[in-house]
């Protein structure tokens, strides 16, 4: 049984040019330069009419760095996007704060901007000199005056926490200053150590180590000073103010449709699951001559869509409803899965709350584990 055809509701495009590279990130970049701009914002235009998305809901532009563009060329890529997809309702832009100038902000608002989300980490000059980051505690604090002054509707600022050399102290204060500068939304994400970063080498050397008990405290830690200072957490890793979660995120977590465009982004449209290449070259190729290149091109089954959407599902504070899903996606949930949640209740990880399941705090600590399970009782 295959699942129903669903219109993309989301579009995510793919700036791939950053200054620097710092030693935790694993997303695909390249040095920015005139001349691949340029052919990178053509490319852009002739993806979006060979593979138009319709009309979106929402729309995120990630990276790399989408704030290292210039104005004019942030006014190019946001009309080619508008022009193929319509005005999102919601539209995030990612800023690195070394990248925020006035003249770009200005442009973001005059194309529609409405949410900016500002890559801070940490505000801690020897906890950001860590992780390889280029810019300073000065610099955030400057850049976050300009996109306070520049009025946008949602504003988010991402931090990482258990960063080595970072004790609880630390991590503290930079919660205590993010709280500080009010944003609308947090994102706080434990560091990972991800293949082909220089972070993973030093810890395949020993120089960096893992701590599971601090990792745990501060996931704690992080939840309830945030609740208390009216964050709501809605994400395992996501907090908002009312009105504020970001509707991107929440439509791919609940398995929606969306459309990436742009090296090295993901798709989820039609009945398939595919990535474009990791490579700027090979994919302005493929634009150019009219065929673009997929890879890791999935045709996506019901039973598929809804064990994603469980896994994902359950990462939500909301949790899921099995039942909805089931016909959502019209086929059972398997018996073997209606078994883990029993199991997950007796043991304290899950509760019910009406219709919906969802993972209790404790639960949540352990969320990539219950993703595991329930993507073995599937298989």
């Known amino acids: 049984m295959t699942a129903p055809v669903q219109p993309a509701t989301a579009l995510y495009l793919h700036v791939p040019f950053c200054a620097s590279s710092c030693d935790f990130c694993s997303f695909y970049q390249e040095q920015p330069k005139r001349g691949e701009i340029d052919r990178y914002l053509g490319a852009i235009e002739r993806e979006l009419e060979i593979h ?28 080619a996007m508008t022009r193929a997809a319509g005005q999102p309702s919601e539209w995030t832009v990612e800023l690195a704060p070394s990248s925020v100038r006035a003249d770009k902000l200005a442009a973001l608002k005059e194309i529609g901007v409405t949410r900016v989300s500002m890559g801070v980490q940490s505000f801690d000059d020897v906890t950001l000199d860590a992780l390889g980051r280029r810019h300073s505690p000065k610099q955030i604090m400057e850049a976050w005056e300009l996109i306070q002054a520049a009025g946008f509707a949602s504003r988010n600022l991402d931090l990482i926490f258990a960063i080595p050399g970072q004790d609880e102290q630390r991590w503290h204060e930079d919660l205590r200053r993010a709280i500080e500068l009010q944003p609308d939304h947090l994102s706080t994400y434990c560091l990972t150590f991800e293949e082909d970063t220089a972070m993973f080498v030093k810890l395949s050397q020993g120089k960096v180590k893992i701590d599971r008990e601090l990792e745990a405290r501060l996931y704690r830690q992080t939840w309830e000073q945030l609740e208390a200072n009216g964050y709501a957490q809605y994400e395992t890793s996501n907090f908002a103010r009312p009105g504020h979660a970001c509707r991107h995120n929440l439509i791919t977590w609940e398995m929606g449709a969306w459309i990436g465009y742009g090296p090295s982004s993901a798709s989820q449209w039609g009945r398939r699951r595919w990535t474009n290449p990791a490579n700027l070259d090979q994919w302005i190729q493929g634009i150019e001559a009219g065929a673009p290149v997929l890879e890791q091109v999935k045709d996506l089954s019901a039973t598929d869509l809804l064990c994603d959407a469980l896994v994902f599902g359950l990462r939500l504070n909301a949790g899921v409803d099995p039942a909805a899903l089931a016909k959502r996606f019209a086929t059972p949930l398997p018996e073997r899965v209606t078994h883990l949640f029993e199991s997950l209740h007796e043991e304290g990880l899950m509760e019910t709350a009406g219709a919906h399941v969802r993972l209790t705090g404790e639960g949540r600590m352990r969320a990539d584990a219950v993703g595991v399970a329930i993507i073995e009782r599937f298989d």
Do not use: C
Not at 52 to 78: C, H, I, K
């Open 52 to 79: 138009p998305p319709g009309r979106v809901e929402t729309a995120f532009w990630g990276g790399g760095t989408p704030g290292l563009l210039p104005a004019d060329d942030l006014r190019r890529l946001g009309h």
